[in-house]
């Protein structure tokens, strides 16, 4: 017997639920990519996408997932044997870095934990030690979706700046854009870069990358760049260079949707509503937690993600309690990656997500919990219930 007719619903951190007036967005023709509507439709794209990174600066859409626009920051920016730092807190800057190494640069990891977030003394001290400046540039995730860390990109920004050291900032923002605060600017980032289907609710398959006046300096002398992911070919005066060929065009129908789902729900609220509902998914877990079976990977509950929370299962498999829920229930979790392989699971909470998506998912995990006679503390969902009753006002 099972209780999963109906839709599956996907508390995977990407891709993640879109919204039904997304997925119809993209129920039309294509459009004639060299007529005024496309150019318009596209203009408005890379404006907002500027406006989410809270920058003045120019912004590009790649066709291409995360690890495309991974490579797309490098090979703008970098030089065959140039030297970066890539600060681990989970999986995902040291991914980067490997692409970076893959590609000729010269990468030394700044050692962190699966268990904290990037400590930014650690990275001054590291800097104020390159008295030469050997170290080009800086990479760093904010949210690292294989630990559910979140990482304070402005004090790591504050403290590249404290050590008087030169080299640009990069930041992956994959897990967190349009979820959480991003001030390209104010933080003095020089390079973000994300994707379109975590936060941004759109289907996978865009890229995106805002490059500072900086990064736009170093373009111009880095010899790793190549045709399709050059920002100066992508200037060209004709639109269509802006993605190196055809247009994505039903993707980027899909985007305007999104984005103007996001602005009409207002930013700050969009974040409030990550707060509160990444909150719940913490209270819950910790109530588990009394069962002493699951715990919360990140020890620290401020450097804990508003958009991904990583479930230690210490010593008990995920694998029986992510097929219950998938197979039985129709909630699919994220399972444990990279070193938490086979000790953890995820529950996502980002994009497009609300009170009955996460209790109904907090829920069946009680429900397999219980099933599979995984000790556990009692009343998870109910201590979830407790803090959307108390934090969302009448
Ligand atoms: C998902 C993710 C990526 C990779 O994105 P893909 O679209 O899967 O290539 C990179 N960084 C972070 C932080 C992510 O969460």
Redesign the pocket.
């Known amino acids: 017997m099972t209780v999963r007719a109906g839709r599956e619903f996907l508390a995977i ?2 891709p993640t639920t879109m919204p039904d007036e997304v997925l119809q967005a993209m129920h039309r023709p294509a459009l004639d990519i060299y007529s005024r509507e496309m150019i318009e439709l596209s203009d408005s794209l890379h404006d907002d996408l500027s406006k989410l990174f809270a920058t003045k600066n120019r912004s590009y859409i790649h066709i291409a ?4 626009a ?1 490579e797309a920051a490098i090979s703008n920016v970098l030089s065959r044997g140039d030297k970066i730092l890539v600060l681990e807190s989970g999986r ?1 800057a040291v ?2 870095g490997i692409a970076a190494g893959m590609m000729g640069v010269d990468v030394e990891v700044l050692k962190g934990d699966w268990r904290r977030a990037v400590r930014p003394a650690e990275v001054e001290e590291r800097l104020r030690q390159d008295k030469e400046h050997t170290i080009k540039a800086v990479l760093v ?1 904010q ?3 294989a630990s559910g860390v979140w990482n304070d990109i402005e004090a790591i920004g504050k403290a590249i700046k404290a050590a008087g050291h030169p080299a640009l900032y990069m930041v ?1 923002t ?2 967190s854009l349009g979820c959480m605060p991003f001030e390209m600017d104010a933080w003095g980032v020089d390079v973000a870069m994300s ?1 379109s ?2 936060g941004l609710m759109t289907p ?1 398959g865009l890229g995106f990358v805002s490059a500072s006046d900086r990064a736009r300096e170093a373009h111009k002398k880095a010899n790793l760049r190549t045709p399709y992911w050059d920002w100066t070919e992508r200037e060209g005066s004709e639109h269509y260079r802006k993605y190196a060929g055809t247009a994505p065009v039903h993707l980027l129908f899909a985007m305007r949707k999104a984005i103007d789902m996001l602005f009409a729900e207002g930013l700050e609220n969009t974040f409030q509503r990550h707060r509160l509902l990444g909150e719940a998914v913490r209270r819950a877990v910790s109530r588990w937690s009394e069962g002493q079976v699951l715990s919360i990977n990140i020890a620290e509950t401020s450097e804990r993600s508003n958009t991904v929370t990583t479930v230690m299962t210490n010593g008990y498999d995920p694998v029986p309690l992510h097929r219950y829920c998938k197979e039985k229930c129709g909630v699919v979790l994220g399972v444990g990656i990279g070193e938490l392989h086979g000790q953890a699971f995820r529950i996502a909470h980002m994009g497009h997500v609300n009170a009955p998506m996460i209790l109904g998912t907090l829920a069946v995990i009680e429900t397999a919990l219980k099933a599979l006679q995984i000790p556990h503390g009692r009343g998870g969902t109910e201590a979830a219930i407790e803090w959307l009753g108390e934090s969302v006002s009448a």
């Open positions: 951190p990407g997932n995360g690890h495309g991974w995902f991914g980067w995730a949210v690292d979706t992956d994959v897990a994707g289907q975590k996978p």
